[in-house]
Each structure stands twice: as structure tokens, then as C-alpha cells.
């Protein structure tokens, strides 16, 4: 099987939400509750542990194809395998030809699709529905195809935030490893270079101590609650069990977890956009890549991008470094990443782009303020 490589891909419509998908447990397993001019109920026959097991999968064949990337035939072959399993999952999750045409029907409504759920996450964007042979195109993926945003069912009750932001220069909390050494040569510098060009203004979180932690800790709390309209974080993260012990390791080795995030009330009380980025920057366990989100959502975040999965800090690097020119040029987030994955598809025929997922509305802007 060979994808098609083409650089003629059909433009953008970014206009509001044109298909949402709301997923809710109903009798030990699922309802898709699908809605865009009309409305329709689609059972999900799957348990928890079948939907780790997809997840399982689609972590194995994107691994696959970040491992054997420069590789020709190898990497050939981890597409093709990525193409198959991904069409795997989108058929266990609608085994039936009739729910399949609906989903189908549903996302040929426009381009901006949004999933609504509380306990299924699934990696939507990796979901191929397409042949498998010589008719294999990169527009089969979701994440090739649309703009898929997610939203997490809170709690926490949220005030409404404008998802456009205004600025001469985007505030930008730049939270690094120095253990990622594609982080030091190639992302920091990037984004050093944007700052030099003034077309964002730099802040770096200062190293942390791991001796003075509860001092360190009330410093990072200042640093989140800054008025940034970004936070980006280039670093590692890791799971563990429990999960609320799960934790990013940041700076010279800091470790912070969830937990931590709570007990210390940290507020991100200017509302940014918070970037997850490079190695490991989402939680490994597929039934719960959204708990970085949700708990940078509680805590005021306007929005989360964060990866699905290993995504090595070669691809993550180039991969910022793409996204901020999008997103600086005032194009919508949603817009950005779509278009910053079919780029490096069009130039490098590179589909890991589609590891990361959106957390927040499409629809989030940086507008450029004129000077007085």
C-alpha cells in the first residue's frame, strides 16, 4: 500500500462547529449521540478494557512509524500498518454499516468536528475509514480531514471565555527539561528567535530546586498565574498508579504532579492556551489522555494541545516550530494544527502530527494589536 502524496488538499472551512459527537456510558457500555442538522443515537459496544486495547494498539503502529521514519521500506510498512489498525478501530467502534454511514454522514456535514465525553477518549484523529490498498489516500484519517476538537464533561463550572486574544506581542511561559536535548538546540532556540523578532514576548520558568520544593513549588504558582497568554511546556511526563500521582518532570529533573497542581490551588488566572509538548507530554494510559487536560482545564487553561503518545522530541521540536508561525499569523487553532499536520505530510510524507489532540474550541485566535 502507498499514500497518495499530494499537496492538493481542499481548503479549510473555518466557520462554527458543523458535527458534534457526545459519548456517555448507557448500560455498561456507550451512546454516541450525534448531532449536526439532525440528531441520531449510535450504541458503542465496547467495555473499558476494549478501549484501552484499541488505544493499545494505535500507540504501537504511531511508535512504529516515528521509529522507522527515514527508513524507506520499513517505514512504508509502518504506514501501511498505521492505516490498518487505525481502520481496525474505526470499525470495532462502529462494527455496523449503518452506523458507520452515519458518523460518516455526520463528519461530511463541514470540517470542525467536536467530541463531548467524560470517560471515553479514544485518539480520534489516528481513526482511518478508507481502502487499504493502492486507493489509500491521507485524507481516510480523521485528523488528516477535519478540525477535531475535544471537550471534556467538568465539574467545575467555567465562565465563558472569549476565544479570541488580542495582543502586539502573545505572553508566552516557556516550562522546559534540560534532559530533551532537541528542546535546548532546536525548540528554545525557535522560540528565542520569535522573541527577538518581537513577534512573542519570552518568559522562561527559572530552574527549580528539588532541595527547596515547597519554596519551588509556591514559585511555580506565581510563574502559572502570570498574565501569559501562553504556557508552553517542553518536557517529559510519566504515569503512575494511582494516576493523580502521575507527574511532569520539568527543569533540572523537578518532578510535579497532579496532586500537586490541586493542593497548591494553582490558578492560571489569565485564562492562556497551554502547549504540551515533546516526549511523553500526555499521560501513557489511553483511558485517561485527557487528565493533563482536565486538570490544566479546572485550573483556568483557555485551552489545552497536548499528545496522545510518545512522540519523540525530534518531530516535537519541528512540530512547534511550524504550529507558532500558524498560530502567530492570527490563523485559529484548530485551523493551525490541522494545517501544520498536512504540512509535514505534503514535505516529508510525516503523519505524526496526528498524536496531538485539542482540547478547547477550535476557534482560539491570537489577533495582532496594532501599535498607538
Known sequence: MAFIQTSDLPPLDTSPVHAQVTILPGGGEYIAYVITDTASEIPIRLKPHDVKNLNSLLQGAIQQVAGSFGKEDAYETALAELARIGNYAFQRIFPDTSFQETIRNALNAGTIVQIVSKDFFIPWD???DGPLDARAHILYYWGMKHIISRTIIQNVHRSHVSPVIQSKRPRVGLVTSDRLPYVEKQEIPALKKLHQSRRLQLTPLRALSTTQRSNELVE?????GQELQIIHFACHAYEQDPLEQSYLFITRDFPISMIDFVISQYELKHN????LNACLTSII???YTSSWAETLLERGARGV???????????????SEVLYGHLLSG???????????RQFWSEQRNPLGLAYSLYSPPSIQFVRTKKK
Request: neutral net charge.
Open 220 to 224: 511555580l504558582g506565581r510563574f502559572l
Open 305 to 319: 494541545l497536548a499528545t496522545d503518545f510518545r512522540i519523540p522530541d525530534w518531530f516535537a521540536a519541528s512540530f
Open 272 to 275: 492562556p492556551f497551554v502547549i
Open 285 to 287: 494510559n489511553p483511558l
Open 331 to 341: 490563523m485559529p487553532i484548530g485551523e493551525t494544527l490541522l494545517t501544520t499536520r
Open 126 to 128: 489516528l481513526l482511518y
